[in-house]
T-cell receptor
């Protein structure tokens, strides 16, 4: 899920199929990893997070997988719907000074074909 | 419950001017973070405030500053604007800003520097 400048990687999926969005992260010390969805004209919206001591977490229609060995995070969306069309960002939560900051990946654009 | 409110939504400024952006967090949230989003650099952390104190700061020049008021509302200021400051500025609030708390984003302020 890395981008180059203006050109976000794009994933086109048929409605009803499953989507898998991938992300590589860099900081092994991150406490949490999060997936955000950003629709046009809106701010990022929290989808699901996973703590660094877990390798899988499931939500409603979404599953996040964490592979710390290769520093890889993935988001699986089941039965993708047109409303899932958006840009998806992975983010690492890095703590420090009593708070945290989010370090975002470049994003992947998901297009759902009706 | 009202979400995070950012004002104004859109702003056009001239190089060399300064600008102030405002963020009202969700009621009860005491942590406010700011992020800059550009096509080239993606989402980057600016700073985080809690109880009127800056706890964390990203790698931005001193032209970028912020503050938080006793009611948790926050402002960020950019002085001596440059063309490269054109971006979507996002504010996120969370209850305490600690690692186990979720950040909720506003819709952002779109700043264009001409």
């Amino acid at each position: 899920g890395e981008s180059v400048g203006l050109h976000l990687p794009t994933l086109s999926v048929q409605e009803g199929d499953n989507s898998i969005i991938n992300c590589a992260y860099s900081n092994s010390a991150s406490d949490y990893f999060i997936w955000y969805k950003q629709e046009s004209g809106k701010g990022p919206q929290f989808i699901i997070d996973i703590r660094s001591n877990m390798d899988k977490r499931q939500g409603q229609r979404v599953t996040v997988l964490l592979n710390k060995t290769v520093k890889h995070l993935s988001l699986q969306i089941a039965a993708t719907q047109p409303g899932d069309s958006a840009v998806y960002f992975c983010a690492e939560k890095t703590t420090g000074a009593g708070s945290y900051q989010l370090t975002f990946g470049k994003g992947t654009k998901l297009s759902v074909i009706p | 419950k009202a979400g995070v409110t950012q004002t104004p939504r859109y702003l056009i400024k001239t190089r060399g001017q300064q600008v102030t952006l405002s963020c009202s967090p969700i009621s009860g949230h005491r942590s406010v973070s700011w992020y800059q989003q550009t096509p080239g650099q993606g989402l980057q952390f600016l700073f985080e405030y809690f109880s009127e104190t800056q706890r964390n700061k990203g790698n931005f020049p001193g032209r970028f500053s912020g503050r938080q008021f006793s009611n948790s509302r926050s402002e960020m200021n950019v002085s001596t604007l440059e063309l490269g400051d054109s971006a979507l500025y996002l504010c996120a609030s969370s209850i305490t800003g600690t690692a186990n708390t979720e950040a909720f984003f506003g819709q952002g302020t779109r700043l264009t520097v001409v």
